[in-house]
């Protein structure tokens, strides 16, 4: 019995660094990681370079339904997708009666813009970006360009909206 109380234990045998050791990482490992994590990056960053301006979104075609035209008060806003697309867009009654549809990703980082009702502003709350809801202009912030548009139809008490500049009776 006393040799088997002399002997190491079997882990030991099949993990011979001391614990102090286990924890330290060596130079070599901590730059195959950190080429590693880049490269990942640098493919993650190509793929959707390369998606966006390859491989364009399909553009609004026809007018689609959105909803009731009392279905949003002044200066009240609707969600909405269009149909065979998933860009969320935001439909807006302004205050003065004038109806405005954008899409409601900040051309920043597409954070998901809204309505300040009373302002005359969409806000991108991720790093304070400002569009006139009128045009759609950036007015303040980072955002690069403006947002990008839907003209609004009204057909009755019907709200449709289609492609920007694609036809006439714009509201």
Not at 36 to 51: F, I, P, Q, R
Not at 117 to 135: K, L, N, R, W
Not at 142 to 160: K, Q, S, T
Request: hydrophobic share 35%; glycine share 10%; aromatic share 10%.
């Amino acid at each position: 019995m006393s040799d088997q109380t002399e002997k190491e234990p079997n882990w030991k045998q099949d993990f011979p660094i001391e614990r102090t050791q286990s924890t330290k990482v060596s130079r070599r490992d901590f730059a195959r990681f950190l080429c590693l994590v880049s490269g990942g990056l640098a493919a993650g960053s190509a793929y959707v370079a390369v998606k966006a301006n390859f491989f364009p979104p399909e553009e609004v075609k026809g007018e689609h339904f959105v909803c009731k035209a009392m279905d949003v008060p002044l200066g009240g806003t609707r969600s909405f997708v269009v149909e065979g697309s998933n860009i969320p867009y935001i439909l807006i009654r302004l205050e003065d009666g004038n109806w405005r549809a954008y899409e409601q990703k900040c051309t920043h980082l597409s954070c998901a813009v809204y309505y300040k009702p009373g302002s005359g502003q969409i806000v991108c709350p991720c790093h304070e970006g400002f569009f006139d809801a009128m045009t759609g202009e950036v007015l303040a912030g980072p955002p690069p360009r403006p947002l990008p548009a839907l003209e609004v139809l009204l057909n009755g008490d019907d709200v449709y909206v289609k492609a920007a500049g694609s036809g006439h009776n714009k509201v």
